[in-house]
């Protein structure tokens, strides 16, 4: 345990990550790298030749700052031509590595790791180039992949960017991706790709373009240079109008057209989105990826308190789910170490039962028996309307501080808010009974308190302010619109497990202070989402 996280704030430094083209622009910061400390203001000078001088000393001064300023940003800002500037712009996916984040970026991740020496002491170094290629290289058990060496055949040219795309029409055996690899020299960067790729008996095509070495499979490298010749992915809108609503971009991101991809993944095989099929044969898309459409634009990023997944959902299939509110979360008590909460359920489930009502009708067809029917007999309710009243306008469930080694005395315990509250807790009932009655619930107005423990009841009844506490405003910022949400207080619950770990690894768990997420409906088809782990 350590002492309280001091409240956030702002980043030191302005977002100078790449804008796409015909992106708009990102709001001015306040803020900015300092230089250095303000000085005391100098006397004034005296007329005359005094004056001449300090105007003269003025201007040089000015000229020699502002160009250790411009010099100092661009070794901070992460300039340069992005991955999507030369990856073709029908892909439906994509992904970007960026080791020369924004100025912001870079200084947030130097704060952040501080908190955690040991994952610091991995990730960082004279060139972390070298560790992405140690990693990629240390299975490989190919001696024609051996006779590479890094200081000679690939430090000369590897850049500090890479991106892949994938794109329609490939097959099983030959998906149609491309991977970009920003490179210092393209002629030799071409020359040691090739005889890397030529280690693999199918080999690859490989173009250079714009500072980036192209490598793709073989046979597939001049349709996905002729695609590119019509227009790359940072020159596709949507592309662009996602990632702009997505902002920073941190040192990973990703993007994908769902309405596009899934059938295709299912034409790849991928067998969570459908029975894999014979390579190059195309199928009607299946009843779970009919339903797919919108785009998700995600990135890793970081703040010096945390590390966050971020995320936005554009164009989907909207969802009629209420405005998100979080009153039963943060009222609950001080002492939560894990807490889940879904706001809205009630009205979600109307627009989304006719998906999930379908996937259920499907796995009834693999089963062989009605698996709607078989749920409503064995728990004697009705779908969705039984649903519907169960997970009500808020539900919330609530793992308190606890010695988690004794498992007999085990405590959790839940609130629903529902239109139906004593539908609710007759419901709750029925569900405790086929538990073996582990249960003791009570309706109070509109809300079900339920628990394991009956002073657990009392004490979810009385509330606290779980809200206002340090760790969950770190973990989770503001959430009192978000539609679903998820708290672990690491710190609370670490004795569970810190005593099967030993050395790095149980430092580096030591020096994680909580987990969190969220989710938030903010309109007709589009939501954001955030996954945080935050440091001690």
Request: hydrophobic share 40%; with cysteine.
């Amino acid at each position: 345990m350590t002492d309280p996280t001091p409240e956030h704030t702002p980043d030191p430094a302005p977002h100078a990550g790449y804008t796409y083209p015909g992106a708009p622009p990102a709001p001015a910061s306040t803020t900015g790298v300092g230089l250095s400390d303000p000085q005391d203001h100098p006397p004034a000078a005296r007329p005359g030749r005094g004056r001449t001088g300090l105007v003269i000393g003025g201007v040089a001064a000015a000229l020699l700052l502002g160009g250790g300023a411009v010099f100092a940003v661009q070794q901070l800002s992460g300039a340069g031509a992005q991955p999507a500037d030369v990856l073709p712009g029908d892909a439906y996916g994509y992904v970007r590595l960026d080791i020369d984040p924004s100025a912001g970026q870079k200084i947030a991740a130097v704060r952040f790791l501080g908190k955690l020496p040991q994952v610091r002491d991995t990730l960082t170094g004279d060139d972390p180039r070298r560790k992405l290629w140690d990693l990629v290289t240390q299975d490989a058990a190919d001696s024609c992949v051996s006779t590479l060496r890094y200081d000679t055949d690939i430090a000369p040219w590897l850049g500090e960017r890479a991106g892949v795309a994938i794109r329609p029409g490939g097959t099983t055996d030959k998906p149609n991706v491309a991977l970009a690899v920003q490179v210092s020299d393209e002629a030799r960067a071409k020359e040691a790709l090739g005889k890397l790729f030529a280690c693999d008996k199918d080999g690859a095509d490989i173009e250079t373009k714009d500072g980036y070495a192209l490598v793709m499979p073989p046979g597939t490298g001049a349709s996905t240079m002729a695609a590119i010749a019509k227009g790359t992915l940072a020159a596709n809108s949507t592309f662009t109008g996602d990632m702009t609503a997505l902002g920073e971009q941190g040192v990973v991101s990703a993007w994908f057209d769902m309405t596009t991809g899934a059938t295709q993944l299912q034409d790849l095989g991928a067998g969570a989105l459908g029975t894999p099929g014979t390579a190059g044969t195309a199928r009607p898309p299946s009843a779970t990826t009919a339903g797919m459409q919108g785009r998700v634009a995600a990135a890793l990023r970081f703040d010096p308190s945390f590390v966050e997944l971020a995320g936005v959902v554009r164009g989907a299939k909207a969802v009629n789910a209420a405005p998100g509110d979080t009153s039963e979360l943060v009222d609950l008590p001080d002492d939560t170490a894990a807490a889940l909460h879904v706001s809205g359920a009630d009205q979600a489930i109307d627009s989304a039962w006719p998906t999930l009502s379908t996937q259920l009708e499907n796995l009834s067809g693999m089963t062989g028996g009605d698996v709607i029917g078989e749920i409503e007999k064995q728990l004697d309710v009705t779908l969705p309307d039984d649903l519907k009243v169960l997970l009500g306008r808020s539900f919330t469930l609530s793992l308190p501080q606890q010695d988690l080694r004794v498992a007999d005395s085990f405590v959790v315990g839940g609130k629903i808010v529902s239109s139906d509250s004593a539908r609710a807790g007759a419901l709750v009932d029925r569900l405790d009974q086929t538990m073996g009655g582990i249960l003791t619930h009570t309706v109070d107005g509109g809300t079900v308190y339920l628990a394991t423990d009956p002073a657990y009841v009392a004490s979810l009844k009385k509330g606290g302010a779980l809200g206002d506490t340090d760790t969950f405003k770190a973990t989770l910022g503001d959430v009192s619109r978000a539609n679903g949400v998820l708290f672990v207080d690491l710190d609370r619950i670490e004795s569970a497990y810190l005593g099967d770990l030993q050395g790095d690894t149980r430092a580096v768990v030591e020096s994680l202070r909580a987990v969190g997420g969220s989710t938030t409906v903010t309109g007709p088809g589009e939501a954001s989402f955030s996954l945080r782990v935050v440091g001690n």
